[in-house]
């Protein structure tokens, strides 16, 4: 059974620029949330999809988006990238409630923006 | 209020020790207590996981404690292996649709051999 797959695993990218994350989760899995990870603010919730829709979204400005196919890939979009935007983005799947099934995470996109 | 707080920061134990790990919460709403461990390079994996109806989880080596009315719960790892040193992350997180989980700021944990 395929695992969370997060593509590319590391992105370097310039100030300003934007940049697009990707996602497949388990098969069948339906719910993927996005998380950021750094080491001065550990892992904090960005925002989390279902059957194409936004369920939940964190506290995190405009510039981070993202979106949700039918077949439950997701993507997550930064736009006018910042230099605190360096981090590890993680991604993770679930049957439905997280809570009730558990998430299961990617190995993350390593995005470092210079 | 959404805050959990972890302590210790960093951990270091004998192989065939104890490891404890504790964390405290505030949102008395929170309903789902998971832990995660994370190797480096990896993404977290989720370890063991408790409903505040129950005091004591355990799972091989790994328990879970929770006491409710402390809005405190820890994990301990009997028999600490140097395979266990990781980066262990407490959470919480309100059982309804769309909930996201709240994670504590981590603990590296170093089995010594």
């Known amino acids: 059974k395929a695992g969370v797959t997060q593509t590319p695993r590391y992105l370097i990218k310039t100030r300003g620029q934007q940049v697009t994350l990707s996602c497949s989760p388990i098969?069948?899995?339906?719910?993927v949330s996005w998380y950021q990870q750094t080491p001065g603010q550990g892992l904090q919730f960005l925002f989390e999809y279902f059957s194409e829709t936004q369920r939940n979204k964190g506290n995190f400005p405009g510039r981070f988006s993202g979106r949700q196919f039918s077949n439950s890939r997701s993507e997550m979009n930064v736009s006018t990238l910042e230099l605190g935007d360096s981090a590890l983005y993680l991604c993770?799947?679930?049957?439905?409630?997280?809570?009730?099934?558990?998430?299961?995470f990617g190995s993350g996109t390593r995005l470092t923006v210079v | 209020q959404q805050q959990v707080k972890q302590s210790p920061q960093s951990l270091i134990v004998q192989k065939g020790g104890i490891s404890i790990i504790n964390c405290a919460y505030e949102n008395t709403a929170f309903d789902y207590f998971p832990w995660y461990q994370q190797f480096p390079g990896k993404g977290p994996a989720l370890l063991i996981a408790?409903?505040?109806?129950?005091s004591e989880k355990k799972e091989g080596r790994f328990t879970i404690s929770f006491n409710k009315s402390a809005k405190q719960f820890s994990l301990h790892i009997m028999d600490s292996q140097p395979g266990d040193s990781a980066t262990y992350f407490c959470a919480a997180s309100i059982d309804n649709y769309g909930q996201n989980f709240v994670f504590g700021p981590g603990t590296r944990l170093s089995v010594l051999p």
């Open positions: 408790i409903r505040p109806d129950v």
């Open positions: 098969s069948g899995h339906r719910s």
């Open positions: 993770a799947s679930s049957l439905d409630s997280a809570s009730n099934y558990g998430y299961t």
